[in-house]
């Protein structure tokens, strides 16, 4: 009995993908009358963008990131910044107040590398997102160096990709501490009449002595809503999935086929188990692009409109700097039989860099063919068509649901509440509403914390008071 | 002939001072029934306040912060937490672009620690900012630690006073590369026509080999609107008053007579003339506490209102984190005769720590004294009092305006925005309106960019071009 089948018609759950970038996934898109991706240093853009993801229903933003720079292909970054692919990009933070003041229902997810800063410090960042948001922030854990963010860094190289996952295991238990045992439950009072804000019995103080980290001193936050951000992960090696398996309770992937994607949605619900977790406990999103329109041809025209506008050499560019390849050098018809994996390429990215298996691509193809919508499919019909697939897609894979990526924004995310919502409504398979309270509990969690079976929730140092929150 | 008989009429200005805690400076104060200070971990008081100021004609908020804690009062955090006597304390940075959607001119001036995070990180956090605010950021430079700070970020000691600031003077040099050199005017093109979003050979790699830092790679945003944000600092040691000298556009200080003042204004004005500068190429902002009412009756009545719900001991805490001396094991009745500064005292809070040297105090009078308004004056009274009280301070120190705390909030500066402003506006010094441009055009510069006499303007690559932003 797969799990499918077990559970034929469960909610298909959306996210949108974006980057603070004038190209994320769509290189060129970007000088189509339509699209408004040179505003991503606006605020404007990014609230209006959330009223219009919000207005879709869907459950959270995810704020790609990384400090590093696509410059593998022709051994420099002059395409990429000449094509503004993933260069410039901004700090994705620092935009989400403004969008959580605009809404009161969207999750903002967002990427942060535990390489820049002390766990201390992201922790107490964390924390007050999570207060200011009243509980709708999500942490995309990421653990990698691009080779060129370890040069901004000023550090001598890349860590082994197992050392590097050690280190963000000892990062986790650090926030863990600080966000579940250092404030408990009642901890925070502010009672006016007796003048007393804080209980100092009920705060303890975070003793963390360890191979990477030393800590020691309180949480410098009350506990906020959720305590601890619902933790999402990218990561598809083997090493990754462990990580994931035990932290994770959403990964993002990428694939270009139902087929590459079961097995590793598969294999991490396996080590969710292994790690004492309900395989359920995580929940699946691939990247997805979606071309739609009232009618077929609609939709077709719209998605030869947008090829108009692509330009392989950046697509080409940013795998180049995916994959750690030089696609410069290569012949455009050259067949690519085998690929190997650069150790050192960003393991934020490994999710991206899964070819088919199933055909032999020409560089030329696969320029062309990532120059909308990245790794991920592209749906292109009408909504019964967009539909039918993103069903296939989440029954046969296993997945949750998509990260859902664009061609043209807000076009995407606008085409996706007029036309698509109300398809998947009426079938079922999307809600009609946002569920009541945190991102946690929106995203189908009974209480607005980590749930037991977490490891996270085994630092929490007072199983036996009721982990409420305080208000 | 002094500064002030020749610039007898200048405007005065105003910030606001904040921190993201229930108490800043009058501990105590969230228990009023019109004080929101409870509500400091939500948006909704922050973009309501925002507004308030920017009625007001506020020159810019700006936002304290440390991950200090006090901790000195009795050798623990009981007393500070009791009281939520600056503990806890959010990140300052997050509620930014809420307040920024909010309004159109108020400036955003916000504290960050140099040794918090990478200057690569850092720089490129201010640059987003400096983005989405459309030029309305400004950065207080903090070198220091507070002893609590160490421990949670794992470091052994604190560096020395001098060492600290070599570092941060590295740490200036580094950012300085990143938004002045980097990328050239004109490098952001952003032709839809051409497809061209960056020319490359305008975009420079920055390669910073230093003592302490070590940083090669092009600066991840576009030119913001001010590149370098308007740099402010609070230090007055003699080495801090050297530091801001160079690098500061905008002192914050703290002193409880004119006389205190004074000395200080001079010696950091001459400072900067010793490193190249202009005098008046730094502001200076004093702190200070209003307690007004339409009539001084009103105002008195006011003040004694608060006074109810002052806690002394909340504020002897706060004092004994500020000095490093532990006021809690001293005869409240006991003369203060001679106040020795512990050397590891955040720099940041030097500015805060200097007492009245025309008076002795005892334990029980500081406590009282600090219980509203902390180290800067307290004007209470009548607007034409307050008024004249606020010209006395600007035309006999030579400062250009006040750092603006508060007893109540918002009170304090709705009171400010309906009572003050008004009188000062019909004596001729405040602003009817704010200035066009960015934050740096607004405090009175010539340009949104560094002035060329700036040492942070000898980074720029290409003098001869002309120093206009992209649009």
């Known amino acids: 009995m797969t799990s499918a089948a077990s559970n034929p018609k469960k909610e298909i759950r959306v ?3 974006a980057l603070h970038s004038p190209v994320h996934h769509s290189p060129g898109m970007w000088r189509h009358p339509r699209d408004r991706s040179l505003e991503y240093n606006t605020l404007d853009y990014w609230v209006d963008l959330a009223k219009t993801l919000e207005r879709s229903l869907i459950d959270s933003l995810f704020m790609a990131d990384s400090i590093g720079v696509n410059d593998v292909h022709g051994g420099n970054l002059d395409t990429a910044l000449r094509h503004g692919a993933q260069v410039p990009k901004q700090d994705p933070l620092m935009s989400l107040s403004a969008m959580a003041y605009a809404t009161r229902n969207l999750g903002l997810c967002v990427t942060s590398n535990a390489n820049h800063e002390p766990p201390y410090v992201f922790a107490r960042r964390m924390s007050t997102l999570d207060h200011l ?3 709708r922030i999500g942490w995309n854990i990421v653990t990698g160096f691009a080779k060129s963010s370890v040069k901004v860094l000023g550090k001598d190289q890349v860590a082994s990709r197992d050392e590097r ?7 986790m238990d650090v926030v863990y501490k600080l966000w579940e045992s250092s404030w408990e439950n009642g901890a925070s009072v502010r009672d006016t009449a007796t003048g007393v804000f804080a209980d100092p019995s009920k705060v303890h103080r975070v003793d963390h ?5 030393r800590v020691q001193g309180i949480h410098m936050t009350e506990p906020s809503p959720q305590r601890t951000p619902v933790l999402f992960q990218a990561g598809s090696s083997a090493r990754g999935q462990r990580f994931a398996g035990h932290h994770a309770e959403g990964i993002y992937l990428s694939g270009p086929s139902k087929k590459v994607l079961t097995p590793v949605v598969a294999g991490t619900r396996a080590e969710a188990v292994k790690a004492g977790r309900d395989a359920r406990d995580i929940q699946f999103f691939t990247m997805a692009t979606i071309i739609t329109g009232r009618t077929t041809r609609e939709a077709r025209d719209k998605y030869e409109d947008y090829r108009r506008y692509v330009t392989p050499e950046a697509a080409l560019a940013m795998f180049s700097g995916w994959t750690g390849i030089d696609f410069s050098t290569y012949d455009p018809d050259e067949p690519i039989r085998y690929m190997q994996l650069d150790a050192g390429t960003s393991s934020a990215l490994e999710g991206f860099t899964r070819l088919d298996p199933e055909r032999i691509w020409t560089v030329r193809e696969l320029a062309l063919h990532n120059a909308i919508g990245g790794r991920g499919p592209v749906f292109i019909g009408a909504p019964n068509e967009v539909a039918d697939a993103l069903e296939d897609w989440v029954d046969e894979t296993d997945i949750d649901g998509f990260n859902l990526s664009y061609a043209v924004t ?10 698509i919502v109300p398809e998947l409504q009426a079938r079922g398979r999307y809600k009609t509403r946002y569920a ?3 991102l946690r509990e929106k995203l189908g969690g009974r209480s607005s914390l980590l749930n037991e079976r977490h490891p996270g929730a085994a630092f929490r140092r007072y199983p036996s008071r009721p982990l409420r929150n305080t208000p």
């Open 15 to 17: 996210n949108a993908f």
């Open 133 to 135: 948001t009243r509980g």
């Open 165 to 171: 996952y050690d280190i963000a295991d000892e990062y």
């Open 209 to 213: 002595e360890g191979k990477y980290f």
């Open 410 to 419: 807000p076009e995407a995310y606008e085409d996706f509440a007029d036309l």
């Open 436 to 438: 009541p309270g945190t």
